[in-house]
C-alpha cells in the first residue's frame, strides 16, 4: 500500500514509525513532516490544510490511505473532500469533526445526551460572560469555543483571572476566530486521563489507556501548553474506570452523533476528569492526542493500518489489537519561552547518541534541517519516549535519553509519570 500522513508533529513521526512496520506499506509520504517522518517517509512540502494540493498529490501518486494527524484539516472537511474526490482517507468528516471544532457544539451534544460533563454557559457577547462570571462564587473554567492549539483554556480561581480570560479571548482575540464565543464550565477535580478509541460508526474499540500532562511545569504549575509528556498505561484507569468510561461515556457520545445525524468515523479521543462523582468529559478531540500517540504507539503491537482499514470500512468489531505488557512514558523537550513566544533555530545535538539506546524512540516534533543539522523549528520540539517493564522503568530511560540531547535553552518537566508512580 502507498501510505500519505498529513502532519508534522510528534504524533505523525510516531504514526509514520508505526505504519512503516506494516508489512502492506510499501510507501510512505508526509505532507509536511518533519526531519523525524523523513525517516520513514518522504516527506512532501505541502501544507496539512493545503486540501486541494493533497487531493491532487493523492490522485498522481496513487495512494491508498491517508492518514491525518492534526485536527485542523478534519475540522477544516478534509475528510469529505477525500471522499468526494474518491480517496480513502481515516477520519471524522467535517460534521463529526465540529465534537472538537466547537466546543458549544460539543457542550451541547454532551448535555441533551445526559452524557457526564461540567456544566456549563456559552456566550457571544464578552459583557454577558462577565456578568455570569460574577454571579459565580466557585472557581470556573474559561474556554475559547473555537480549536486554540490546547491553549483556549483557563483555569480562574477568582473572579478577576475569568475576567482577563474573557479579555483575552473576547476582546483582545488571542486566539483569533476561536473566541467569537467563550464557554464558562464549573472547575472539576480529579486526575485526568486521556482514553482514545477507534470508532466506524457503530463499534468502539478502546485502546490502552494513558495521561496526559498539560501545564508547562512540574507539579502541574504554570499555563496549559499541547502537552508537555504523556505515560500508557495509566493506573487510575482501572477495568472498572475503563467500563464506566465506555458505558457512561463513549457509547452515549458515539450514539449521539449517530441521532445527530453525523456519524463519527476515526480516531476519538475522550479527556476525562476522574472526579469523586465518577468520569466526567473534559474534551473531545477527533484525532490520535499528541504526545499520547507517542508511547501508545510504541507499545501496539498489531498492525496499525488493519486497523484504520477496518475503522473507515465499518469492520471494527472484527479487530482485536495486541499491547505490549511494557509502560512507555515519554517527556517532552521544549523551547524556552513556551508556551508563549519562544526563538527557533536553535542547534540540537545528542540526536545520534540517544539514538543508539534500546527501547528508545525519539520522536521529532518542532525541529527542520539545516545544512545537515536538525535545529528547533517550534515549541514543542522533541518528545523522547522509552519503553519498559513498568512506568518507573521506562521512566528512568527517557529521562536517560533526554540528558543526552542539548539545545540551547532545553526545558522539559522532570515529573512526567510521578502520578502513576506515587499510586503504588
Ligand atoms: P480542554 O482543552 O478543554 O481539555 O482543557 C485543557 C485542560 O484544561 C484540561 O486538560 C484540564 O487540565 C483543564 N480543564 C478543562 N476544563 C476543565 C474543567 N471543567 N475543570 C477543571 N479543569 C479543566
Ligand atoms: N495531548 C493533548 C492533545 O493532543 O490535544
Same mark, same amino acid.
Given at each position: 500500500?502507498?501510505?500519505?500522513?498529513?502532519?508534522?508533529?510528534?504524533?505523525?513521526?510516531?504514526?509514520?514509525?508505526?505504519?512503516?512496520?506494516?508489512?502492506?506499506?510499501?510507501?510512505?509520504?508526509?505532507?509536511?513532516?518533519?526531519?523525524? &517522518?523523513?525517516?520513514?517517509?518522504?516527506?512532501?512540502?505541502?501544507?496539512? !490544510? =493545503?486540501?486541494?494540493?493533497?487531493?491532487?498529490?493523492?490522485?498522481?501518486?496513487?495512494?491508498?490511505?491517508?492518514?491525518?494527524?492534526?485536527? @485542523?484539516?478534519?475540522?477544516?472537511?478534509?475528510?469529505?473532500?477525500?471522499?468526494?474526490?474518491?480517496?480513502?482517507?481515516?477520519?471524522?468528516?467535517?460534521?463529526?469533526?465540529?465534537?472538537?471544532?466547537?466546543?458549544? /457544539?460539543?457542550?451541547? #451534544? #454532551?448535555?441533551?445526551?445526559?452524557?457526564?460533563?461540567?456544566?456549563?454557559?456559552?456566550?457571544?457577547?464578552?459583557? !454577558?460572560?462577565?456578568?455570569?462570571?460574577? &454571579?459565580?462564587?466557585?472557581?470556573?473554567? $474559561?474556554?475559547?469555543?473555537?480549536?486554540?492549539?490546547?491553549?483556549?483554556?483557563?483555569?480562574?480561581?477568582?473572579?478577576?483571572?475569568?475576567?482577563?480570560?474573557?479579555?483575552?479571548?473576547?476582546?483582545? @482575540?488571542?486566539?483569533?476566530?476561536?473566541?467569537?464565543?467563550?464557554?464558562?464550565?464549573?472547575?472539576? &477535580? +480529579?486526575?485526568?486521563?486521556?482514553?482514545?478509541?477507534?470508532?466506524?460508526? @457503530?463499534?468502539?474499540?478502546?485502546?490502552?489507556?494513558?495521561?496526559?500532562?498539560?501545564?508547562?511545569?512540574?507539579? !502541574?504549575? +504554570?499555563?496549559?501548553?499541547? +502537552? %508537555? +509528556?504523556?505515560?500508557?498505561?495509566?493506573?487510575?484507569?482501572?477495568?472498572?474506570? %475503563?467500563?464506566?468510561?465506555?458505558? =457512561?461515556?463513549?457509547?452515549? *457520545?458515539?450514539?449521539?452523533?449517530?441521532?445527530?445525524?453525523?456519524?463519527?468515523?476515526?480516531?476519538?479521543?475522550?479527556?476525562?476528569?476522574? &472526579?469523586?462523582?465518577?468520569?466526567?468529559?473534559?474534551?473531545?478531540?477527533?484525532?490520535?492526542?499528541?504526545?499520547?500517540?507517542?508511547?501508545?504507539? %510504541?507499545?501496539?503491537?498489531?498492525?496499525?493500518? =488493519?486497523?484504520?482499514?477496518?475503522?473507515?470500512?465499518?469492520?471494527?468489531?472484527?479487530?482485536?489489537?495486541?499491547?505490549?505488557?511494557?509502560?512507555? $512514558?515519554?517527556?517532552?523537550?521544549?523551547?524556552?519561552?513556551?508556551?508563549?513566544?519562544?526563538?527557533?533555530?536553535?542547534?540540537?545535538?545528542?540526536? !545520534?547518541?540517544?539514538?543508539? %539506546?534500546?527501547?528508545?524512540?525519539? /520522536?521529532?516534533?518542532?525541529?527542520?534541517?539545516?545544512?545537515?543539522?536538525?535545529? *528547533?523549528?517550534?515549541?514543542?520540539?522533541?518528545?523522547?519516549?522509552?519503553?519498559?517493564?513498568?512506568?518507573?522503568?521506562?521512566?528512568?530511560?527517557?529521562?536517560?535519553?533526554?540528558?543526552?540531547?542539548?539545545?540551547?535553552?532545553?526545558?522539559?518537566?522532570?515529573?512526567?509519570?510521578?502520578?502513576?508512580?506515587?499510586?503504588?
Amino acid at each position: 500500500m502507498r501510505i500519505l500522513i498529513i502532519g508534522s508533529g510528534g504524533r505523525e513521526h510516531a504514526l509514520a514509525w508505526k505504519i512503516a512496520q506494516s508489512p502492506r506499506v510499501k510507501k510512505i509520504f508526509a505532507a509536511p513532516g518533519n526531519p523525524g &517522518t523523513a525517516q520513514f517517509a518522504q516527506n512532501v512540502p505541502m501544507a496539512a !490544510d =493545503d486540501v486541494k494540493s493533497l487531493i491532487e498529490f493523492a490522485r498522481r501518486e496513487k495512494i491508498d490511505l491517508t492518514v491525518v494527524g492534526p485536527e @485542523r484539516p478534519l475540522i477544516a472537511g478534509i475528510v469529505d473532500a477525500f471522499q468526494e474526490a474518491g480517496l480513502r482517507i481515516f477520519g471524522p468528516n467535517a460534521a463529526a469533526a465540529r465534537l472538537e471544532g466547537s466546543k458549544s /457544539f460539543c457542550k451541547q #451534544l #454532551l448535555r441533551h445526551h445526559a452524557v457526564p460533563t461540567a456544566e456549563y454557559r456559552s456566550f457571544k457577547r464578552a459583557v !454577558d460572560a462577565r456578568k455570569f462570571i460574577e &454571579t459565580r462564587d466557585e472557581a470556573v473554567v $474559561v474556554k475559547a469555543s473555537g480549536e486554540a492549539l490546547g491553549k483556549g483554556v483557563f483555569v480562574c480561581e477568582t473572579h478577576e483571572q475569568a475576567f482577563d480570560a474573557v479579555q483575552q479571548i473576547m476582546v483582545d @482575540r488571542v486566539f483569533g476566530d476561536a473566541g467569537n464565543e467563550v464557554v464558562i464550565e464549573e472547575k472539576l &477535580t +480529579g486526575e485526568e486521563a486521556s482514553i482514545l478509541a477507534l470508532v466506524d460508526g @457503530r463499534n468502539i474499540y478502546t485502546m490502552e489507556s494513558s495521561q496526559d500532562h498539560k501545564a508547562i511545569f512540574d507539579g !502541574d504549575k +504554570g499555563p496549559n501548553t499541547g +502537552g %508537555m +509528556g504523556a505515560y500508557s498505561p495509566a493506573p487510575v484507569v482501572t477495568d472498572a474506570v %475503563m467500563s464506566q468510561i465506555e458505558r =457512561d461515556i463513549l457509547v452515549p *457520545t458515539v450514539h449521539a452523533m449517530n441521532h445527530e445525524g453525523c456519524p463519527y468515523s476515526g480516531l476519538l479521543y475522550a479527556g476525562v476528569m476522574l &472526579t469523586p462523582g465518577g468520569p466526567k468529559v473534559l474534551e473531545f478531540n477527533v484525532r490520535f492526542g499528541d504526545p499520547e500517540a507517542q508511547p501508545l504507539m %510504541m507499545r501496539l503491537k498489531s498492525d496499525i493500518i =488493519d486497523a484504520m482499514e477496518a475503522t473507515i470500512d465499518g469492520r471494527l468489531d472484527e479487530v482485536t489489537l495486541e499491547w505490549s505488557e511494557q509502560a512507555a $512514558v515519554g517527556v517532552v523537550m521544549a523551547a524556552a519561552g513556551y508556551p508563549g513566544d519562544y526563538q527557533k533555530g536553535k542547534v540540537i545535538t545528542g540526536l !545520534d547518541d540517544a539514538a543508539t %539506546m534500546n527501547n528508545v524512540m525519539v /520522536f521529532q516534533a518542532g525541529t527542520r534541517e539545516v545544512d545537515g543539522r536538525i535545529v *528547533t523549528a517550534g515549541g514543542r520540539v522533541l518528545c523522547v519516549t522509552a519503553v519498559g517493564p513498568t512506568i518507573a522503568d521506562a521512566k528512568i530511560l527517557a529521562y536517560e535519553a533526554a540528558q543526552r540531547i542539548r539545545f540551547e535553552g532545553a526545558q522539559y518537566r522532570t515529573d512526567i509519570a510521578d502520578k502513576a508512580l506515587r499510586r503504588r
